[in-house]
């Protein structure tokens, strides 16, 4: 385990102890990519729209990519759940996961 991992696993405590429900969105895939901003933006967008924390996590190194093929980028996470593979998913989708994962 190095730091960040670390220093994200007790920031993860303080927000839950403090009572505070943070959504990890997990991206993988090349932020270059189109596709990618795409889901990126749309996230963030739903996420500030439902005033919802969110904490984004962004995989772009070819170590971790290299499990998926790389038809099946970018992969949009939401609490460790797939929403969408290779193309952004609707807004509704998004919302859809978002609200079931505040619950």
């Excluded at 932020?31 to 795409?38: A, F, M």
């Amino acid at each position: 385990m190095d730091f960040s991992q670390w220093a994200y696993g007790v920031g993860r405590l303080a927000d839950i102890w403090m009572g505070i429900n943070m959504i990890t969105v997990t991206l993988y895939g090349t932020p270059s990519c189109r596709r990618y901003q795409r889901m990126h933006k749309l996230v963030l967008d739903e996420a500030a729209r439902l005033n919802l924390p969110i904490q984004v996590d962004e995989i772009s190194e070819t170590e971790q990519l290299i499990q998926f093929s790389p038809l099946s980028l970018p992969r949009l996470y939401i609490n460790n759940k797939l929403v969408a593979s290779q193309n952004p998913p609707k807004v509704e989708q998004i919302t859809k996961m978002l609200e079931q994962e505040k619950a």
